[in-house]
């Protein structure tokens, strides 16, 4: 009898902890929503403005009244001017966009409406910046996104993709495809290698007198599975599967950056920023914020940005694992 009371006390610690999850997840996805809105569309912001701004709060504390009484009305008549199209020629024109990555890549939804974006008012000479915050995940999903950035340089217009935090995995398959790669010094970059891995409950199943019964039909249609036994045959039959994904990303690398060492990268290890550079997976030790302020005197930046409403499910899958990642 105690032996029940104990297994009972256990199932009801693990569905409490579940529910729990589940909870914190709908909580997580809540604020978030709160906090979002729930409005599709796309943002264009002007950064030169915005930065130009920025610098004239800081003169106004640091330079002398009437110093800064000329140099303010001198940027008002600038920034007049620029929107009126009048005074100096036409500049070159970089687009500024974001990609915070999660497992399933779901950023891509909103990168592909970016660049549709861009591509429609495009012109000779336009550069796209990406910042790229990415620790991997799903392949098809990172395949996909890396796509979207290859539609930019199928365009002819020079992409470049700095990294600030991480572009490791998937997110190094979608960084590999820059024109120009930059890389904080500390930046995480790499990860070229594939991984799968999953936890099998068979021997706990059999010990408490439950079955699993899984009917397939495609000798490989299922390898490894989380409740059934698994097998010798199903695990190398993975582990091939997962070659021939690393064979495909070890190709896009290839592809894209000619110059790598390919046997001593694609390792499945990651380096820091100062590390890459030495191996060439990144061009240039330089954060995004030190390149916008140099493109700053000689360009138009402009951040573009689509709001995407998500669904529930997304929403509280994205929550929860939030929570889980914390």
């Not at 920034?79 to 070159?92: S, V």
């Not at 008012?121 to 990406?130: C, F, Y």
Request: hydrophobic fraction near 45%; aromatic fraction near 6%.
């Amino acid at each position: 009898m105690s032996e029940f009371f104990a297994d009972y006390g256990l199932f009801l610690a693990e569905l409490v902890t579940v529910l729990g999850l589940v909870l914190a997840g709908v909580l997580a996805a809540v604020i978030g929503a709160r906090r979002a809105g729930d409005k599709d569309g796309l943002s264009v912001k002007h950064l030169n403005e915005q930065m130009e701004q920025t610098a004239n709060q800081m003169k106004r504390v640091l330079l002398p009244k009437q110093q800064f009484k000329r140099e303010a009305k001198a940027l008002a008549k600038v920034l007049k001017d620029r929107r009126r199209g009048k005074g100096a020629p036409a500049r070159k024109r970089i687009f500024v966009l974001d990609f915070k990555g999660d497992i399933r890549a779901s950023a891509t939804a909103s990168l592909r409406q970016e660049v549709s974006a861009i591509l429609a008012v495009a012109r000779d000479g336009d550069e796209v910046l990406l910042r790229l915050e990415n620790a991997g995940g799903a392949v098809h999903e990172h395949g996909l996104a890396a796509s979207q950035l290859l539609r930019i340089k199928e365009r002819g217009l020079h992409l470049m993709i700095a990294v600030d935090k991480i572009a490791a995995s998937g997110g190094y398959l979608m960084a590999c495809v820059a024109d120009r790669l930059f890389a904080a010094p500390f930046a995480i970059v790499g990860s070229i290698g594939v991984i799968a891995q999953l936890p099998n409950f068979h021997r706990m199943l059999e010990q408490k007198g439950v079955d699993f019964e899984q009917l397939t039909a495609g000798r490989y249609k299922r390898t490894l599975t989380l409740f059934g036994e698994n097998t010798d045959e199903g695990r190398e039959k993975l582990k091939q599967e997962l070659e021939d994904v690393h064979a495909l990303f070890k190709a896009q690398v290839a592809a894209q950056r000619p110059q790598v060492e390919l046997d001593r990268v694609a390792t499945g290890e990651h380096w820091y920023g100062t590390q890459a550079l030495e191996l060439k997976l990144v061009d240039e030790i330089r954060t995004s914020d030190d390149f916008l302020l140099e493109a700053l005197e000689k360009s138009d930046l402009y951040h573009v940005a689509y709001k995407r409403r998500r669904s529930l499910s997304e929403r509280v899958l994205g929550g929860a694992q939030a929570w889980l990642l914390r």
